[in-house]
Structures are given as structure tokens and as C-alpha cells.
């Protein structure tokens, strides 16, 4: 189910000692792809990176644009404290019925949720449940920059803000490839997240690169 399968020795190393998923997190992806859901969700590093932040954070909420199969959720989800809240948005419908069985099964159901829809048509009416203490984006590049506004707007000093993919497969910089619109969307939002005078941001290298800003 995830994309990041072609592993280094030192990676598999790595993620044998450091970020193994358990038997549960291995039947969700395995049940994700026998359901047909596209195999492009973050690997076991990015989750055990998540479920570090949450933890070393102490965050209470997080958001969450783009849940496909529930798998970052789970991870996240899991790491939050049992008053703790995940909000999570999906554009199909066919992948949040997935993710609540998924989350149901895994006993958390009762702090995470898929609300389904465009995230930009979703991402209004969420403005009294703000502000998030964590929002991670993973949806479609072309429309990071928009999603990097809302994530300020819901955000409070020390919220944590990442976008997954910045080195969208090293395609990000390759000069035959800067007329796409998922690369002109994730050109402008890594050039905001660098510039923005709110954060203090960085790219953390695991797999495809993600981006991250804490809010001063």
C-alpha cells in the first residue's frame, strides 16, 4: 500500500529496528490494497515521525487533509491522549467508509473522524474547532498553497504544520517537469513555508521529503 518499498540496506535497517508496523497496521494496508485503494500512503517512518511529534508535542488536536486508507491517521490517532481528537478529510467517499471500518477495528473510533468532501469546500466549517495543535497535509499538490493558509488560520503559536512529498520524487526541481500543476503547486508552497515570517520551518528528509513549520 505505501509507495516507499525500494529501501536502502541502511532504510530497511532502519525501519526492521525503529519502524515496524505491528500486525494490525499491516492488515489495514493489505486490506487497502485488496479494496483497490491507491498504493501512495506514507510508509511506517513518517508514521512513527507523526506519532513522535504528537507525543513530544503533547498535542491534543490534530487535522489531517487527506486520509486515503487511514493509515497516517492510525498512526496518529494512536499517539494522541484518550481525550485527544483527529479530524481527517477526504475527498472519496469509497476511502472514508474504508478508513472508518479500519479505525473501528483498531478501537479508535471514538477520537478520529473522516468528514468527506474537497477539503477546500470542508476546510470553512471547521473554524470552531480550531485551533489544531497538529495539521498534516497529504492531498493534491496543486492545491498545498490554499491548504497552507487554512492550516495558518486554524493554527496557534507552537501549532505544528507539515506537507508530505516536498521532493515530489525529485521532480520538484527538474526543469522539463515545472509545467505541472502538482509541481507549480508544490513549488509555492514550500517557498511560502520558507518565507512565511509566522514559522520556523524545515524539510525533513524521510522518504519524499516533508515539510515542516511550527507556528511562532
Same mark, same amino acid.
Request: net charge negative; hydrophobic share 40%.
Given at each position: ?11 530497511? *535497517? ?25 498504493p ?20 491534543r ?13 492510525a ?18 467517499e469509497?476511502?472514508?467508509a *474504508? ?13 478520529a ?11 470553512p466549517g ?5 485551533p ?54 508544490m513549488r509555492r *508552497? ?27
Amino acid at each position: 500500500m505505501s509507495k516507499l518499498s525500494n529501501l536502502s540496506p541502511y532504510e530497511q *535497517f532502519l525501519r526492521e529496528n525503529f519502524h515496524t508496523d505491528d500486525p494490525a497496521l499491516q492488515r489495514l494496508q493489505a486490506e487497502a490494497e485488496k479494496e483497490g485503494l491507491p498504493p501512495i500512503s506514507i510508509g511506517p517512518e513518517q508514521g512513527k515521525f507523526l506519532q513522535v511529534l504528537i507525543q513530544a508535542s503533547g498535542a491534543r488536536k490534530v487535522l489531517e487533509v487527506g486520509c486515503l486508507g487511514g493509515y497516517s491517521g492510525a498512526w496518529m490517532a494512536r499517539a494522541l491522549p484518550a481525550d485527544g481528537r483527529l479530524i481527517s478529510l477526504e475527498l472519496e467517499e469509497k476511502h472514508a467508509a *474504508f478508513t472508518r471500518r479500519q479505525w473501528a477495528s483498531l478501537g479508535l473510533a471514538d477520537k478520529a473522524e473522516v468528514r468527506v468532501g474537497p477539503a477546500l469546500d470542508t476546510l470553512p466549517g471547521l473554524a470552531e474547532e480550531a485551533p489544531f495543535d497538529l495539521i498534516f497535509i497529504d492531498a493534491d499538490k496543486n492545491n498545498y498553497p490554499a491548504y497552507l493558509e487554512w492550516a495558518l488560520r486554524y493554527s496557534k503559536s507552537g501549532t505544528i504544520i507539515l506537507g508530505d512529498n516536498v521532493s515530489m520524487g525529485g521532480r520538484l526541481v527538474d526543469q522539463d517537469r515545472q509545467e505541472s500543476p502538482a509541481i507549480q503547486g508544490m513549488r509555492r *508552497f514550500a517557498e511560502a513555508m520558507a518565507a512565511d515570517p509566522r514559522l520556523v520551518s524545515t524539510v525533513v528528509p524521510y522518504a519524499d521529503g516533508i515539510a515542516m513549520g511550527v507556528v511562532k
